[in-house]
């Protein structure tokens, strides 16, 4: 734990080193244009170096001042083409940014960013990237997004999150472009060209200087959320970095050989590092190998060929800003991360039915990492020491996230395994800008809840248990004539049924036991619950007209045509005088919800009156009752024997 880990470091030194100006002989570089990505807080000055082959500004380094709070930063043997630039924002922490020739001997160009008093101008970070300088202002200025999302695998459908191109914070710009030629090398140019519109892609005649006119005209958005400009050996794994928020989809396996691959949508590899290959165990003790390509316009992509391919994880830095992608195994004894941050508050907030957010927050920032597998999530929070294992469990009961199982990893963190998933669902991850929360949303797919219905061999039920269901009830009378109610006559029969069931040894259970009202889905959720066998609804029929009469036995899913023929076969015998309507396919709620064999019969028309003079003597409910009974033990004996 002593051990400030690297990612950490180089986190820091990329960002805040302090490096020595150099002084450039020769041609000056050419600092051209001032953009904004309003998703992404970056602001982007786009430079064309004609003197050195690396195309590179100088290393820059900020100066921060108060009175107006700002910050500044000089690009070294500069030149600014076109007039002074500036952007004004508003209801933004950023309040104008400017851009012009401060000197002429020696050639320096300056940038200023002007600040709200209250901004905390220390977290800003500046890069320089294929020749133009980035400034990265944290927390996202404009987006107010508090949580990025780093983790998605609804990511193939994912479009670019960012705010309206037309922001309502950006009053004026003035950005001119003069340049021609030379601009469809620019970076700038090349993330326009991949990821903007089809106008951009000079194929209506324009040339690309007026439609990126255009473009800026309107303002200006970076197609991308990320920009990957290195990827290197680290511990046996592989670090990419880069500018930008880092998000990456779920990974995927491919055989002969071995490898595995993460997707990172919104995300634009440098073409000076695409498809070199790195060696991730520069000591020998492996041949794992690491490669990034630019998959498409809009995703970048990691593979990994190695033997232990399965075992890769990606590690994301507390700023989302790099992505650290190892094998755990090989880290058992390396902290990630000095600061030990703790659980100290976990919830779960139900969207809908098919929607769980559940929020960790942390006293620190946290390193973590995700592994999904078809049927789990596992989080790694690397630095996290001590959480209240009993709240924990309680907060995730009765959640998609169950069955947890929470262990403590030696020198390494907490490991969080959810068992309760499947392959269809889909998991995506945000992390707080501060790091110190991570909001898990899980959807259960609707594939999972049809499968339930249709799976039969998924449910464990108990052999000789059956739920019979007696139809309506309390205020829900059903059928009502000459002061006769169904609800009166199905309860008498399913107690009925219930008797001779019982006296025959059969465990049965009753989704109502008296006159009181429960709903359907409260019926099928106890059936749900109780797993039986079968499920047995009894209702009486009625009509407008009194003619009709007789009986019907209604199914629905394919497993419950079997029940239906047999239980109705000895309703028809037994009750030689009532009409036999015969079998329905019906897409009753209660037949239809259960997972068991279901059936409901209509044992009689209430509104014909001869029949309803009948339904309510003893004699045709315990021939009815009977006459289901057999059906039943009929049905289940038959089921045993299969
Ligand atoms: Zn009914």
């Known amino acids: 734990m002593k051990k400030v880990f690297f990612l950490i470091t180089l986190i820091i030194l990329f960002f805040k080193a302090v490096l020595l100006p150099v002084s450039a002989e020769g041609e000056p570089v050419k600092v051209m244009s001032l953009n904004y990505d309003n998703s992404s807080s970056l602001v982007y000055i786009t430079t064309k170096d004609t003197n050195s082959a690396a195309g590179e500004p100088q290393p820059l380094k900020y100066v921060g001042l108060s009175n107006p709070n700002r910050i500044y930063f000089d690009i070294n043997n500069a030149v600014l083409i076109g ?64 949580f990025n999302l780093i983790y998605d695998e609804s990511a193939q459908k994912q479009e670019y999150s960012g705010i309206n191109v037309n922001s309502q914070f950006i009053k004026k710009i003035t950005v001119p472009v003069q340049e021609t030629s030379e601009n469809k090398d620019s970076v700038i140019g090349d993330i326009q060209q991949a990821f903007g519109e089809s106008t951009l892609q000079n194929s209506d005649g324009k040339t690309y200087d007026e439609v990126m006119s255009v473009e800026i005209s309107s303002g200006l958005k970076l197609r991308t959320k990320y ?96 992505l650290f992608v190892v094998n755990p195994d090989k880290l058992n004894h390396t902290a990630l991360t000095s600061v030990v941050s703790n659980i100290n508050k976990a919830f779960v907030k139900k969207i809908d039915n098919r929607t769980n957010e559940l929020i960790l927050s942390f006293t620190e920032p946290i390193v973590h990492s995700i592994q999904r597998t078809d049927n789990s999530l596992t989080l790694y929070l690397f630095n996290v020491q001590s959480y209240n ?16 199982t929470l262990s403590l990893l030696p020198k390494i963190g907490v490991k969080a395994k959810m068992s309760g998933l499947s392959k269809e669902d889909i998991v995506k991850i945000e992390q707080s800008v501060d ?52 609800k009166d006559i199905t309860l008498d029969v399913t107690q009925r049924i219930e008797a001779i069931l019982r006296s025959k040894g059969y465990k049965v259970s009753l989704t109502r036991t008296d006159d009181t009202y429960v709903s359907l889905e409260d019926r099928v959720a106890f059936s749900e619950a109780e797993v039986p066998e079968i499920f047995v609804s009894i209702h009486v029929n009625s009509a407008v007209s009194s003619d009709p009469n007789g009986i019907e036995t209604h199914w629905y899913h394919d497993y419950s045509k079997d029940l239906a023929e047999v239980v109705h076969k000895h309703l028809v015998k037994e009750l030689p005088n009532a009409k036999d309507r015969g079998l329905f396919k019906s897409k009753f709620y209660v037949i239809n919800h259960t997972t068991v064999p279901a059936i409901l019969c209509e044992i009689g028309f209430l509104s014909n009156e001869e029949e309803r003079n009948e339904l309510i003597t003893d004699s045709r409910k315990q021939k009815t009752a009977k006459a289901i009974v057999e059906g039943i033990i009929e049905y289940l004996k038959g089921a045993k024997n299969k």
């Open 435 to 486: 790091a110190k929360a991570l909001k898990i949303t899980i959807v259960k797919s609707k594939q999972d809840e049809i499968r339930a219905l249709n799976d039969r061999p998924f449910r464990k039920k108990l052999k000789d248990k059956i739920v019979l269901d007696a139809g309506h009830g309390g205020t829900d009378y059903g059928a009502i004539r000459e002061g006769i109610n169904e």
């Open 389 to 404: 294992e009993q709240d924990l469990i309680k907060t995730l009961n009765n959640t998609y996230y169950k069955p947890l």
């Open 227 to 322: 920009y990957i400009n290195q990827y290197i050996p680290k511990n046996n794994g592989l670090l990419v970095s880069g500018v930008g928020q880092i998000s990456a989809a779920k990974m995927f396996y491919l055989t002969s050989p071995d490898r595995a691959v993460i997707d990172l949508p919104n995300t634009y590899l440098s073409r000076s590092v695409r498809n070199k290959e790195v060696n991730l165990c520069p000591d020998g003790s492996c041949e794992d190998v690491a490669k990034l390509g630019q998959f498409d316009f809009c995703t970048a992509r990691i593979v990994i060929t190695s033997n232990n391919a399965d075992k890769y994880m990606p590690i994301y830095s507390q700023d989302s800003q790099s």
């Open 83 to 146: 007039e002074k630039q500036q952007l004004v924002f508003e209801k933004s922490p950023i309040k104008e940014i400017r851009l012009a020739q401060f000197e002429t001997n020696p050639n320096i160009v300056r940038t200023v960013i002007t600040f709200e008093e209250d901004f905390d101008t220390s977290k800003i970070k500046l890069v320089t990237v294929d020749g133009n300088i980035i400034v990265k202002v944290l927390p996202p200025a404009i987006n107010n997004d508090y």
